[in-house]
């Protein structure tokens, strides 16, 4: 079974930038499809960032536009996660997901991603 590992998450402030990452083992990346979600306190989860298995594809919410870019290293096994201009409502348990998805289309729908990994916290405060 696919297995996703997040990493970077940590405590920054106001404006500043983090990078997460999401390493996966026991399968290949190359035919699936990526997604970073968010889960606040009291708020359902949401999804930030999408690709597609070939890097072609990615979409993001309005709230991210132009702050946030998602990225993949197929050779690594890896996908990234760079957050710039962070804001206090960035605060939550980001999660990394994936689904087969072996064409260039990809849906940033919590509903469609059927792995996992177990989170990271990104703390955005002063």
């Known amino acids: 079974q696919l297995q996703l590992v997040e990493s970077g998450g940590g405590l920054v402030q106001p404006g500043g930038s983090l990078r997460l990452s999401c390493a996966a083992s026991r399968f290949t990346l190359d035919y699936y499809a990526i997604g970073w979600f968010r889960q606040a306190p009291g708020k359902e989860r949401e999804g930030v960032a999408c690709i597609s298995s070939s890097g072609g594809n990615t979409n993001y919410p309005d709230s991210v536009k132009g702050r946030f870019t998602i990225s993949r290293d197929n050779a690594k096994n890896t996908v990234y996660l760079q957050m710039n201009s962070l804001k206090p409502e960035d605060t939550a348990v980001y999660y990394c997901?994936?689904?087969?998805?072996?064409?260039?289309?990809?849906?940033?729908?919590?509903?469609?991603?059927?792995?996992w990994g177990q989170g990271t916290q990104v703390t955005v405060s002063s």
């Open positions: 997901a994936a689904y087969f998805s072996p064409t260039n289309h990809v849906m940033c729908v919590v509903a469609h991603y059927n792995y």
